[in-house]
């Protein structure tokens, strides 16, 4: 299990936070698909299993609170990280009824990302059997 890099889904609709997300990711040994449009990430979700998922809460069509719960509905073992613009005591709290493993405000520095997929990374790894 440990050879095998994990993968990670990131949506969110400003496609600069997928491109500065997406190498700093990989740079770390992760495989990392990106999405601006939450149906097509909805999609994907559905066909492909997630080690950690990052979405932005504030989108058209699919917002982020009704993706994660399909995340974790899908696969209950992903680990979802939340970055929001938007962030407040309410979405934050919600959030982690809803099974987050960790909530970020934007902006944020790509350093901070790094760590906390870096521990939500350990944690799976340590969850999965031998």
């Not at 994907?44 to 989108?59: E, F, G, P």
């Not at 944020?108 to 790894?125: G, H």
């Amino acid at each position: 299990m440990t050879e095998n890099k994990l993968r990670i889904l990131v949506l969110d609709d400003e496609p600069i936070v997928c491109k500065r997300l997406q190498p700093a990711l990989e740079k770390l040994g992760f495989e990392v698909d990106t999405f601006t449009q939450s149906v097509e990430a909805m999609h994907q979700i559905q066909q492909t299993a997630y080690d950690i998922v990052i979405t932005d809460l504030k989108m058209k069509e699919i917002d982020g609170m009704r993706f994660l719960e399909e995340a974790k509905k899908q696969h209950p073992q992903t680990e979802v990280i939340v970055i929001t613009g938007f962030a407040t005591m309410e979405t934050a709290k919600q959030s982690f009824q809803k099974g987050v493993f960790d909530f970020i405000a934007k902006p944020f520095k790509l350093s901070e990302i790094q760590d906390v997929v870096t521990r939500a990374a350990a944690k799976i790894r340590g969850a999965a059997p031998a």
